[in-house]
């Protein structure tokens, strides 16, 4: 191979092409930058986890129960930090953490607010600082009397420091807020802000009553910090069946690392969209380059150039703009990874120290041009075709790339390509194999709908329309036509967006449909059952006549059809540190403490799925009673209708036998169970109650909660109002993160578009030009063109619109497990969008060929 | 120099097959110049283009310079045409993108030799001195045909091949190029393959093929 020919034609030939070529450039660049703004924000991320670890759990090991810690436990804490005299190691150290919600009230402001609230113990953090303002507060904690608050909490109470909070019983003084601490996550704080007090002035405040929700922790320093690891996989065995959970500091900072990662490589898996996208502008880029060079293709065969040196040279081309997209992408990308932790620091746990990644800033400029030489390769195969002959008789079909065992390579190549960056990007190989599929079955579609429309429209010709109608129309079957190629393209970028643009509006909705209508919107936890009358009598007094008490009653399962459950470790013992999650565990749906109510009807947000309901409350009470199980957690517990489950209540065995199943919208902020008793059998059990209500002035609602605060201070209120408006910011939060990465398949997509629709411009050039040679008017040039562009858009966008319902259905029923509804009046919209977009672009594409005198097109042929 | 025997073509037209060259049958020798007339669609582009190896032909051989192009694949005939063939065209076919210099550059850049001297010479000689660093469309169609007469004969081709090189220009330009080509086939010793319409052109020639609808009707040799 002559390279030196090659090198210089590569660069020549880039001549009066290059404002198209950009367009290649552009096409990588912003996948590229996308890219390597994600991982290398992931990156970050994983090191300030690496770097904060240990004070991150401010501890050698953390032992933690929703239960106060058994004989047992206490005997293993103690063994843990008793010195080793034989073997020379001093003591370790504890400390322990109790925390629980309480109302946080100041009688000065008369402002009152859901506090998350922990009692520490002296020492506590270990590692890393707790930091304050005023500075060095946290050590005058264990004085007693004072009270450390999140910042958030007084712009919430209207307080400041020196006030005086009432916590239950007890009156405390606001001693400073806290300005850092580690693994606060700042999102989390907007909804019960945290508040520290000494663990000496807990039992005064009187809220650890029965029904608080509590979680007993203690940390751990170890005289050999090094072995927190193994003796937290020794003794979690040991601990599970004392209802204790164990982390040690490597243990956290890999779950942690775990859950952050798998966030990164979902925006990843978005990045890389805008990467294939543009790899498709590559493509399309390349094939418009290369039917316009086929004359000087012909040539260069013409004067003895191989048609492997030619492949090479615009081979070279396409790798070389490739890089040189890359380069800029990945320039772009370091800038821009400075806004993803803006955007996402109040979900994130840790402070993100900014630094550009090397690995992957290389990752994206090689994942770049990879992309842009395997997207550029089959439009470049045609090449090959290209017969010398052409220099003296001109062919009117663009040429193809014979389907040849280079064809089938370079598909391959470019599948497996599309697999490998998908299955790399999303971390498992699964979710990468399905992400290609779907893609794969996305284009698909697309291709069969476009070939359908080509067929469809030569078929049932609308011979009697106008005729700027059927000559726009008759461009989409025409020799040398870019039907598929628009419709690949155009279709692909919109129903990217489509889907995600549904899937969102999905997720709000649930949120939404929650809080209308005349639903509950403020909820009393933990009333007690000699509070009950004080409580609803209360509420009458504020005017409120529809009040809902929901009974709680905490249980654990004693025994299923018979079989006693054990507590002891699972045959197959994982590292999961989450012991609430079912996903991990199986048998959590065994051991887990439920709280159950009791009643005699279904409520709005329950289906019976089978079974039939019971018309009463029992009345022989020798008899099992009857319960009703949410239908997931009766298949974890793997029972049938007619099955016996055997209760402890508090104590006490209660004999149950299952009559129905049902299903749970767990969506909406209403008092759900997985349990259900009939009337009749749990009356009498030791259990809390659930008061909700409706306000509907926000006003009015901070002021009965400060209300039931002052007069029942163990009494803990929500405000579901202001919990959607929470949740809705988070969720924001996320979507924006998102949007900002869909942005750039967005920017992509209308590159493409850019390159697509240029693709049949040139091509018409000369036709147009012939039309108003024969005497057609610039209107009907124009009009000629908005026919097919918009026949173009709308099949495009319709394709894409109707594919994404289903990719959005399926997003929402298989990943977010969420209900799902159309938005029929925004899909309309959107669909107008891109319609629009697709003629707009197209009409200033071809205004050039408009302004042309017919003269000019003649003289340059 | 030039030899082929029984060349037939077919194209598939319509889904027809349809015959554009029969039977045909020549010898040129070196350095000799031959003249392809005929009325248009008489097959006379094909037979260049058969010829000069830019395409298969359906039966028969072409020899050229004793090797049997008809033989090999595309692109060793890309080898023989780089390193014996020159080529002019009735639209010049000018590489838009080149300017004039590099146009003439190219071939010899395709067999890797210094090309800038080479290339500046001819198309001094050419008359075009002045025009190096004109691109194609700044350039007028009598001056463009003298670029791709310099590109045609930078490579010293043993053999040019020319599709109606002064179709596109007019009687007093077309002659001054017809004047470069017979100038270049006495002074290198070039033998000249001519596809043309004009008559006067014809005469020139010292060997004529006469076409009529795929077959040679007339033939007729000029002793030199």
Same mark, same amino acid.
């Given at each position: ?68 810690f ?39 402001t ?45 712009n ?31 999102a ?32 751990l ?48 898996l ?154 790399l ?111 609803i ?20 399962i004693?025994?299923v ?21 079912a ?17 005699d ?71 759900n ?21 409706r ?106 619109v ?34 629009t ?25 | ?30 350095g ?14 094909? &037979?260049?283009?058969?010829? #000069?190896? %830019? ?6 051989? $072409?020899? =050229?310079?004793? +090797?049997d192009i008809?033989?090999m ?20 076919q ?37 025009? &190096?660093?004109?691109?194609? #469309?700044? %350039? ?6 003298? $670029?791709? =007469?310099?590109? +045609? ?48 052109i ?23």
């Open positions: 191979m002559n390279w030196r020919f090659v090198g210089r034609m590569a660069w020549r030939e880039t001549r009066g092409s290059r404002k198209r070529l950009v367009l290649l450039t552009g096409a990588i660049a912003a996948g590229v930058a996308a890219l390597v703004a994600v991982n290398s924000f992931a990156a970050n991320l994983r090191d300030s986890v690496n770097r904060q670890a240990q004070a991150l759990l401010g501890a050698d090991l953390s032992i933690s129960s929703r239960q106060p058994t004989p047992r436990v206490q005997a293993l804490i103690d063994s843990l930090v008793t010195p080793d005299t034989a073997r020379g190691v001093p003591a370790g150290q504890r400390a322990s953490v109790t925390n629980f919600a309480g109302m946080a009230y100041t009688p000065r008369s402002g009152v607010r859901l506090v998350e609230v922990a009692a520490v113990e002296p020492g506590y953090p270990f590692y890393g600082t707790i930091e304050t303002d005023p500075v060095g507060a946290w050590d005058q904690l264990d004085t007693g009397g004072g009270v450390i608050v999140d910042p958030s909490l007084l919430a109470l209207g307080a400041r420091l020196g006030d005086t909070l009432a916590l239950g019983q007890s009156r405390f003084t606001i001693l400073a807020t806290v300005t850092s601490q580690p693994g606060a996550v700042a989390a704080a907007a909804f019960s802000p945290r508040i520290y007090i000494a663990e000496r002035d807990l039992s005064a405040t009187g809220l650890l009553q029965f029904g608080s929700r509590v979680e007993y922790e203690v940390f320093k170890l005289a050999e910090p090094g072995n927190a690891t193994q003796i937290s996989k020794e003794y979690r065995p040991i601990l599970r069946p004392e209802r204790a959970r164990i982390r040690s500091v490597e243990e956290n900072r890999s779950d942690l690392t775990e859950a952050l990662t798998q966030m990164s490589n979902y925006l990843g978005v990045a890389l969209i805008a990467l294939l996208l543009g790899g498709m502008g590559v493509a399309s880029a390349v094939h418009v380059f290369i039917n316009q060079k086929l004359d000087t293709i012909a040539i260069l065969r013409c004067l003895g150039s191989e048609a492997r040196q030619l492949f090479v040279v615009y081979l070279l081309q396409a790798l070389a703009l490739g890089a040189l997209g890359a380069v800029i992408g990945a320039t772009l990308g370091a800038g821009l990874q400075r806004v993803l932790p803006l955007v996402l620091s109040d979900i994130l746990p840790v402070d993100v120290q900014v630094h550009l990644d090397p690995q992957a800033v290389l990752l994206g400029i090689g994942l770049g041009i990879w992309v842009a030489s395997v997207f550029a390769l089959m439009p470049l195969l045609a090449i090959r075709r290209v017969s010398p002959l052409m220099t003296l008789r001109r062919e009117v079909e663009p040429v193809r790339a014979a389907r040849d065992l280079a064809w089938i390579a370079s598909a391959g190549a470019l599948v497996v390509s599309v697999g490998a960056l998908a299955v990007q999303a971390g498992r190989l699964l979710d990468g194999v399905g992400f290609t599929v779907g893609i794969g079955i996305v284009v698909f579609v697309l291709w069969l709908a476009s070939v359908g429309l080509i067929r469809g429209v030569r078929k049932w010709f609308p011979t009697s329309w106008p005729y700027v109608w059927r000559q726009g129309l008759a461009n989409l079957y025409r020799p040398g036509n870019q039907t598929v190629t628009v419709v690949l393209s155009l279709g692909f970028g919109a129903f990217l967006l489509s889907t995600l643009f549904l899937v969102q509006h999905n997720l709000l909705r649930d949120f939404r449909v929650g809080i209308t209508g005349m639903r509950p919107n403020l909820a009393f936890l933990d009333v007690q059952p000699d509070q009950r009358s004080g409580v009598s209360a509420l009458r007094e504020e005017g409120l006549d529809s009040i809902l008490t929901v009974p709680m009653v905490p249980m654990r004693t025994s059809k018979g079989e006693p459950v054990v507590l002891g470790p699972p045959p197959e013992e994982t590292d999961s540190l989450d012991a609430d999650s996903a991990v565990q199986p048998g959590w749906a065994l051991r887990r403490e439920y709280r159950s109510t009791y009643r009807q279904l409520v709005g947000s329950e289906v019976l799925v089978s079974g039939s309901w019971w018309s009463g409350p029992r009345i022989d009470s020798t008899a099992p009673v009857n319960v009703s199980l949410e239908e997931e957690i009766a298949r974890d517990i793997g029972v049938e209708i007619g099955d016996e489950i055997v209760w402890n209540v508090q104590g006490v065995q209660v004999t149950s036998r299952v009559a129905n199943i049902r299903e749970v919208d767990w969506a909406r902020f209403e008092p169970f997985f349990a259900v008793f009939q009337g009749g059998a749990l009356e009498d059990a030791p259990q809390f109650l659930v008061t909700l209500v306000v509907d002035d926000p006003q009015a609602r901070g002021a009965l909660q400060r209300h039931m605060a002052e007069r029942y201070p163990n009494v803990t209120s929500i405000d579901l109002g202001s919990l959607q408006q929470l949740l809705e910011s988070i969720l924001a939060r996320v979507s924006l993160a998102v949007r900002f990465m869909a942005g750039f398949s967005l920017a992509t997509g209308a590159v493409v578009l850019v390159g697509a629709i240029a693709t049949t411009r040139f091509q018409r050039v000369r036709e147009a030009v012939l039309l108003k040679t024969l005497g057609a008017t610039r209107r009907q040039v124009l009009r000629i063109f908005l026919a097919e562009y918009l026949s173009l858009g709308t099949l495009s966008a319709g394709m894409a109707l594919l994404s319902t289903i990719a959005g259905w399926a997003l929402a029923r298989f990943v977010f497990e969420t209900s799902y509804a159309l938005p029929l009046g925004a899909l309309g919209i959107l669909l107008g969008l891109i319609v977009l697709t003629v707009a672009i197209g009409l200033a594409n071809s205004l050039d060929v408009l302004r042309r005198t017919p003269l000019e097109a003649l003289r340059n042929d | 120099m030039l030899r082929c025997e029984g060349l037939s073509q077919t194209y598939v037209s319509g889904g027809r097959p349809l015959t554009v060259l029969k039977d045909i049958t020549f010898t040129l020798d070196d000799g110049f031959l003249a392809i007339v005929g009325p248009s669609g008489s097959g006379k582009t094909t &037979l260049l283009g058969l010829l #000069a190896g %830019l395409d298969r032909p359906a039966t028969g051989h $072409v020899w =050229l310079d004793a +090797a008809t033989a694949d595309e692109d060793e005939r890309a080898r023989i045409r780089a390193a014996k063939i020159g080529f002019v065209f009735q639209s010049f000018l590489i838009p993108t080149l300017t004039a210099i590099e146009n003439v550059q190219v071939p010899l850049e395709l067999r890797g030799e210094p090309s800038e001297q080479r290339a500046k010479e001819l198309l001094e000689r050419v008359g075009l001195g002045d025009r &190096l660093d004109h691109y194609p #469309a700044q %350039l007028s169609g009598g001056e463009q045909q003298r $670029v791709a =007469l310099a590109r +045609a004969f930078s490579i010293r081709p043993k053999i040019l091949f020319a599709d109606e090189p002064t179709g596109n220009l007019d009687a007093k330009t077309g002659g001054t190029i017809i004047e470069l080509m017979l100038e270049l086939n006495r002074t290198e010793g070039t033998t000249l393959v001519l596809v043309t319409h004009d008559h006067d014809a005469r020139l020639a010292r060997q004529t093929l006469r076409l009529s609808d795929g077959r040679i009707v007339g033939e007729q040799a000029v002793a030199s």
